[in-house]
């Protein structure tokens, strides 16, 4: 049975007398998956431990790490770009309200960082516990996705539809009666994927995309309790892999380690090495997280964890959505310090785009920027679409200051760099009408502040009137990343159009 938090803390110094295996999960089929064989219960395995940091873009089955953790966090914009995808040949059996909703978002490295997977409960016998998306319309650098709903006639993005190609291709369907999958976490291609509401107790499946795109559980972990919520799963400096499993919102996390720094080998087994409870942390720093994700630092390997809900603990009303940071340490015990929180916005205008109480996840891109995404409960967006987010760095792109195809202007409705806004990335500079900002959001006249990266001999022309036309303020390339309240230039509230232009 599961041990009290306390208790097992006490009997951390020596190995527990009596060790709880369950039974070899032997078999071929997907509610047999033999990787798994044996679950135990040991004190002796948890050991001071940092994360990987020696991982590459696209490998199979590990993440980035990311240069000085909190400073990134901090650094997340807190009103992020607006995507979507379509059902495809599915429906999604997904409501708001409703129990079945979206539970859980993972960016993959496969495709070059194009392919998602999402989860989520579905009550149908024969429905599904998630869907692999493939959104082709999107970079292939592996870096942030960027909005896929701009067009330059609908005034709005979440107005505007996704790509028809932008779109679920295929399904991880319910297995034996396991109704919802939570949140949940990748290592590159391989995802660990909570699943409850079944006839057992709670268990995380483990998928290898690297395998193909409708993959089998290679291997199940069950869980002390009927309750799996969230799953969080990387890989450790030796090589060996960490999982947290969250009973019911979290409020509970069990501690599993890998046998084999092969999570695919027959001989690999996982041991449960301890158990944390929410009552380890004074309760306004910890709350019922919809998912929990570990991001490592790679200046020394310092484990942390980036969890999403909604409502803000002691930072805000029920109705916002937040992301909140903890360092992670592994002392013979598994100890949590909050760090940050960030409150982030689903909307900017108008209707909201994403919910922290549905889908959400964190993602190292290639140029180890962290990213987060979001989804809304259901499938509401236009044209039967899920509307989604990216939150991304305030510093949007790296290589901005040489390249002209990373080069961006980051507009902003108030002096000191918050509210809502509008990238306008040179990529992107035919997908809007930048000649009326009355039609990018309703920012006409609204713009007090703006960040911008733009190589030497490039600009950006701020007009005050529509159409390009009237006072004109320029924002200049020189190669480096550059801010201004417009205020400071007797421009703030006067931006009606922009366009790039070269010396």
Not at 105 to 126: A, C, P
Not at 400 to 428: E, L, M, N, Q
Not at 449 to 463: I, Q, S
């Amino acid at each position: 049975m599961p041990l009290h938090p306390r208790t097992f803390s006490q009997t951390w110094a020596r190995a527990l007398a009596t060790t709880l295996s369950l039974a070899s999960l032997a078999g071929c089929g997907p509610e047999h998956a033999t990787s798994a064989s044996t679950v135990t219960t040991t004190s002796a395995s948890l050991v001071p431990l940092q994360g990987d940091t020696s991982c590459v873009w696209g490998s199979p089955d590990c993440n980035l790490c990311v240069p000085d953790v909190p400073a990134r966090f901090n650094e997340l914009r807190d009103h992020g770009e607006v995507l979507g995808f379509r059902p495809g040949s599915f429906n999604f059996n997904v409501a708001y309200p409703g129990d079945n909703h979206w539970q859980g978002i993972q960016r993959l490295s496969l495709g070059s960082g194009r392919y998602l997977v999402v989860s989520k409960r579905d009550g149908n016998t024969n429905g599904n516990v998630g869907h692999v998306v493939h959104l082709p319309s999107r970079n292939g650098e592996g870096l942030r996705l960027r909005s896929n709903r701009l067009s330059p006639s609908i005034s709005q993005p979440e107005d505007t539809a996704p790509p028809l190609d932008d779109r679920a291709v295929t399904a991880l369907p319910v297995l034996n009666g396991y109704a919802h999958g939570g949140g949940m976490q990748a290592v590159g291609n391989i995802l660990a994927l909570p699943m409850e509401q079944g006839p057992d107790s709670g268990r995380v499946a483990l998928y290898d995309f690297n395998q193909g795109l409708s993959p089998e559980p290679f291997a199940f972990i069950p869980g002390a309790s009927a309750n799996a919520g969230t799953a969080s799963l990387t890989r450790l400096s030796d090589r060996r892999y960490l999982l947290l499993l969250g009973q019911y919102d979290a409020k509970v996390l069990e501690v599993f380690l890998s046998t084999s720094t092969d999570l695919r080998s027959p001989t690999n087994a996982w041991t449960r090495v301890d158990q944390w409870a929410r009552e380890e942390l004074a309760s306004d720093t910890w709350g019922p997280f919809q998912n929990l994700n570990f991001v490592t630092d790679c200046q020394n390997g310092q484990l942390y964890l980036v969890g999403t809900l909604l409502g803000g603990l002691r930072w805000g009303p029920v109705s916002d959505d937040y992301a909140h940071l903890y360092r992670v340490s592994l002392d013979g015990h598994l100890r949590l310090e909050h760090v940050a929180a960030k409150h982030l916005y689903c909307s900017n205008d108008g209707a909201r785009q994403c919910n922290l109480d549905a889908a959400g996840g964190v993602f190292v891109g290639a140029d180890r920027k962290l990213l987060l995404y979001a989804t809304e409960h259901a499938d509401d967006g236009p044209s039967g679409a899920v509307k989604m987010v990216e939150f991304r760095s305030i510093w949007a792109n790296d290589g901005c200051g040489a390249d002209v195809s990373r080069a961006f202007v980051d507009f902003y409705d108030d002096s000191d760099f918050t509210d809502r806004g509008f990238i306008f990335d040179f990529a992107d500079r035919g997908s809007k009408n930048w000649a009326r900002f009355h039609d990018i959001d309703g920012l006409n006249d609204k713009v007090s502040a703006v960040r911008w990266c733009l190589p030497p001999g490039h600009r950006v022309r701020l007009h005050a009137d529509s159409n390009y036309s009237g006072k004109t303020q320029d924002l200049i390339g020189d190669g480096s990343l550059r801010e201004v309240n417009l205020n400071s230039w007797g421009f703030g509230d006067k931006v009606s159009s922009a366009r790039w232009l070269a010396d």
